[in-house]
């Protein structure tokens, strides 16, 4: 009979806990990583800049494993990267049975907080990939992503969001709280590709492309631009006259 109660109590506690869970990650819950089977993935875990946590793991629901920053292992690696406060969970050699929750916590005297969740799904053919999971331009320069969709999300919202803030650029929409830096177009069938113009290097960053629910994270590197030379050749024969090269 204790046993029944304190199960019942536990399944109360779990469902409050999944009812409060669902209220705090509205709308990011409901996100969807789907990856290749044997392919690999990683995903990005911000923390406050200013306060930084004293611990940062990796959760998985599939073996209710907490990974501390910083473990290597052969198929995940949890690294913490201070400079950009963040941490970056990578899971390699993905299979079928690590389809399930997992989360980003970190802990502040002792109490832990859940940053971010997301549901990875790992398919033979994956609802939305990205040929590249990075790519790089120069500053002041461009960049293009293509991110890939099957079938069922062709009428879905596609968006390309930045983690660090959650902003997002929706494909299709014209109207001008949208920047201009930022183009998507859409075919309509199977990809859309990103623009982002005039990169500056603050753009630098983890950003991810979603289609409906289903998304992929994108490390963007920003570069600094290339210095142009200038050489200037004063001929003395020729008083006043100047010839430029550039380089
Ligand atoms: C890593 O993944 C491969 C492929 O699934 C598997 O054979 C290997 O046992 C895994 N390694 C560990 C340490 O789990
Ligand atoms: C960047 O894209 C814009 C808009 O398509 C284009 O006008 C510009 O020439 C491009 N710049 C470079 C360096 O490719
Ligand atoms: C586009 O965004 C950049 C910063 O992200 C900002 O400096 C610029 O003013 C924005 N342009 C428009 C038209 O909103």
């Known amino acids: 009979m204790a046993a029944y109660a304190k199960a019942k109590l536990f399944y109360i506690s779990v469902m409050f806990w999944l009812i409060?869970?669902?209220?705090?990650?509205?709308?990011?819950?409901?996100?969807?990583l789907t990856i290749k089977t044997g392919g690999s993935v990683t995903i990005p875990c911000h923390y406050d800049e200013k306060n930084p946590p004293q611990k940062k793991y990796w959760y998985s629901e599939y073996d209710q494993s907490k990974i501390y920053t910083n473990t290597?292992?052969?198929?995940?690696?949890?690294?913490?990267?201070?400079?950009?406060?963040?941490?970056?969970?990578?899971?390699r050699n993905l299979q079928n049975k690590h389809t399930g929750g997992y989360s980003c916590v970190v802990e502040t005297e002792g109490q832990p907080t859940v940053t971010y969740e997301l549901f990875l799904k790992v398919q033979s053919s994956p609802d939305v990939s990205v040929v590249s999971s990075s790519v790089s331009g120069h500053e002041g320069g461009?960049?293009?992503?293509?991110?890939?969709?099957?079938?069922?999300?062709?009428n879905s919202l596609k968006q390309w969001c930045r983690y660090k803030d959650q902003s997002c650029y929706t494909a299709g929409r014209t109207d001008t709280s949208q920047n201009s830096s930022v183009q998507i177009s859409d075919d309509g069938r199977s990809s859309f590709s990103v623009l982002m113009t005039g990169l500056r290097l603050s753009d630098c960053g983890w950003?991810?492309?979603s289609a409906?629910?289903?998304?992929?994270?994108?490390?963007?590197?920003?570069?600094?631009?290339?210095?142009?030379?200038?050489?200037?050749?004063?001929?003395?024969?020729?008083?006043?006259?100047?010839?430029?090269?550039?380089?």
């Open 72 to 91: 290597i292992e052969e198929n995940l690696s949890v690294i913490d990267h201070p400079d950009q406060s963040l941490f970056t969970a990578t899971m």
């Open 212 to 247: 409906g629910e289903a998304m992929n994270p994108v490390y963007l590197t920003v570069t600094e631009a290339e210095p142009v030379t200038v050489h200037l050749t004063v001929t003395e024969a020729e008083p006043g006259s100047v010839t430029t090269d550039q380089h």
């Open 207 to 209: 950003f991810f492309c």
């Open 142 to 154: 461009n960049v293009s992503v293509q991110c890939f969709y099957s079938s069922g999300y062709q």
């Open 20 to 32: 409060l869970g669902v209220e705090c990650y509205s709308g990011w819950s409901n996100h969807v």
